[in-house]
C-alpha cells in the first residue's frame, strides 16, 4: 500500500467538485481534458479510481470521504467489498485488521471462505488476531459455509 499524500480540504474539494451517486463530478476545467460535469479521474488496474488533485494523485474513496467528513482517516472500508462502490454510505473508517476481515473473495480451492475440503469432508478454520480457530469438519459444503459465515461474524462483528 502506498502512502497517501496529505488530503485537500473540504473546502477546496467543494470548490473543484460536486458529488452524485458515488461520483465526484468536475466543477472547473483545471486541464484541457476535463470537461465540466463529467466523472473525475480515471479506473486504475486494481480497480480503483484515481483523482489528480493540485498536482497530486488520491484514491476517489479517500476524496469522497473528505468531501463529506472533513478528515481522511488512516484507511477506509468499502463495506460491500466493491471497489467501484465509492458511495458515502458505503465508506466506513477502520484499521487494516477490520479491513482485512472484510474482504471479498477466498484463498481456498473451494472458492468459499475458510472452507477447505478434507477428502470427502468439509472444515471450517477462522483466523483472527493471529489465532486459528478450527469450528469443525461437514458433510456437506453448504453446511460449512453457513458455519463460516456464522464465525465470522461472531469473530468480525460488522466487518464480517
Known amino acids: 500500500m502506498s502512502k497517501q499524500p496529505e488530503a485537500p480540504t473540504q473546502g477546496r474539494l467543494h470548490e473543484l467538485f460536486d458529488y452524485k451517486d458515488g461520483q465526484l463530478l468536475n466543477k472547473t476545467k483545471r486541464r484541457s ?32 470521504y ?7 482517516p488512516a484507511m477506509l472500508d468499502h463495506i460491500d467489498c466493491d471497489r ?12 487494516k485488521a477490520e479491513n482485512g476481515m472484510n474482504r471479498a473473495g477466498s484463498y481456498s480451492k473451494t472458492g468459499l471462505r475458510n472452507v477447505y475440503r478434507r ?16 469450528v469443525g469438519t461437514f458433510d456437506c459444503v453448504v453446511a460449512a459455509a ?15
Do not use: W
Not at 33 to 53: D, E, S
Open 84 to 95: 467501484t462502490n465509492n458511495r458515502i454510505e458505503n465508506l466506513r473508517p477502520c484499521t
Open 33 to 64: 481534458q476535463i470537461k465540466v460535469g463529467a466523472p473525475a479521474g480515471h479506473m486504475t488496474l486494481r480497480g480503483y479510481v484515481n483523482i489528480r488533485v493540485d498536482g497530486k494523485m488520491y484514491k476517489a474513496h479517500r476524496l469522497i
Open 119 to 134: 477428502g470427502n469432508m468439509y472444515q471450517v478454520h477462522v483466523k483472527k488476531g493471529g489465532v486459528h480457530h478450527y
Open 146 to 160: 453457513n458455519a463460516a459465515s456464522a464465525t465470522r461474524a461472531k469473530l468480525f462483528g460488522e466487518f464480517a
Open 66 to 72: 473528505v468531501y463529506h467528513h472533513g478528515v481522511m
